[in-house]
């Protein structure tokens, strides 16, 4: 009996050390459900309040994983390192500096009604810092680990891929709502080209990335497991581009001259609409991707939270488009996509719980062998 003690205590130590930053990914997909409520085009009573509480759970689950991630390096450090090391599971370092991000952005649509204007921008300037900078270096060095280090295979490209160069897309949407509260002069000026410049680096940078898992599925099909629901994440630099454009056209105006600011706000609807046409044909295609792996029996794993941002900034970008274009339409898809919204969070929220209870997600991440796509239609 009492040899069994420490053999359980050491069990539940090294079921924490599995704590991978794939974890960040479920507090992305909570504070865009609060983000794209406050700013969701249509009048919904309650929503408001509804958006301030998942925002305070976003904040709170932020904060645990970085205390939870911040002990895992200093008490595993050994598994710490070898998530860099794994090829699936590197790629999600790029989540941390989004969830930073993405609280901050709610604490100035949202959380500055329930801690004050002032110390609501304090935090989102803080966050919008610490995750820009981590996600200008998972940009540059998960990529530098791929060409330098990591065993590629031809069949190898997933969504997860865009998971290290989107954090600078992030950084453009937030960064733009952060222009207002900047005082006039050459310092906001500069932050809005900054924000430019990032817009650009993430998308360059994940069209090719598009391109590869386009490839790949073309030639070779889809892995078949639960990799599959990271298809959604090439939804997600298309809607946040889409997003990105619109807001930063939209706090062009103090910062540059009339007639800059202008092409800016008409940039916003020439970029947005057509890439909100094939954010659209790519949601029917991860859709019926998606069915067809559930079908044959696809496992729940945290690459479900693929399903939550990727369609919240869907969401958002899609309502950049009402507020510039002012058409119905786009109201009406901005609602109807945050329903699927809310449907999806909802339903990964509660599995990830009853996973988390039972222990299922805290084993080791997959193996640095390759996951081998294939295609089967006969099944």
């Known amino acids: 009996m009492t040899t069994a003690q420490p053999d359980e205590s050491q069990a539940r130590v090294e079921v924490l050390g599995n704590i991978g930053p794939n974890w960040f990914a479920s507090v992305m997909g909570t504070g865009i459900v609060a983000t794209a409520a406050a700013s969701l085009p249509v009048h919904v009573p309650g929503l408001r309040g509804f958006a301030e509480v998942v925002w305070v759970i976003a904040a709170l689950l932020l904060a645990v994983l970085i205390v939870v991630v911040g002990g895992h390096w200093v008490r595993h450090p050994t598994v710490a390192r070898s998530h860099a090391r794994n090829p699936q599971m590197a790629h999600f370092y ?32 803080v966050l919008w810092t610490a995750g820009t900078v981590g996600g200008l270096f998972t940009a540059v060095s998960i990529p530098f680990l791929m060409f330098t280090q990591y065993n590629v295979e031809p069949d190898a490209a997933f969504g997860g891929w865009l998971m290290p160069v989107v954090p600078p897309m992030v950084s453009a949407a937030s960064g733009a709502l952060l222009i207002p509260h900047m005082a006039p002069g050459t310092g906001r000026e500069t932050m809005l080209y900054g924000c430019y410049a990032m817009f650009g680096l993430s998308l360059v940078a ?21 990799r599959v629901p990271t298809l959604w994440i090439v939804l997600g630099p298309l809607g946040q581009s889409i997003t ?22 008409v940039f916003g609807i020439l970029y ?9 044909l790519w949601i029917a295609l991860a859709a019926s ?3 067809r792996t559930l079908r ?34 786009f109201k009406i898809a901005a609602a109807i996509a945050y329903v699927a919204l809310l449907f999806t969070w909802v339903l990964v929220a509660l599995r990830t719980a009853r996973g988390s209870l039972r222990g299922n997600l805290f084993q080791p991440p997959p193996s640095t062998g390759p996951v081998k796509a294939y295609k089967d239609p006969a099944r």
């Not at 057509?274 to 659209?280: D, E, I, S």
């Open 296 to 329: 044959r029996g696809m496992p729940f794993a945290l690459t479900w939270w693929s399903l939550t941002f990727p369609v919240g900034t869907f969401v958002t970008g899609t309502t950049q488009l009402a507020l510039h274009t002012h058409l119905p339409a």
């Open 94 to 125: 790029g989540a941390a500096p989004m969830a930073l991000m993405t609280v901050g952005s709610g604490a100035l649509l949202v959380g500055r009604d329930l801690i004050g204007e002032r110390v609501a921008v304090d935090l989102a300037w």
């Open 206 to 226: 994940s069209l090719l990335i598009v391109a590869m898992i386009w490839n790949r599925l073309t030639h070779y099909g889809t892995s078949g497991t639960a």
């Open 289 to 291: 991707l998606t069915v």
């Open 272 to 280: 947005g609409v057509p890439v909100w046409g094939f954010a659209v």
């Open 244 to 265: 990105a454009a619109g807001l930063l056209g939209a706090s062009a105006a103090p910062a540059v001259d009339s007639e800059i600011a202008a092409g800016m706000r």
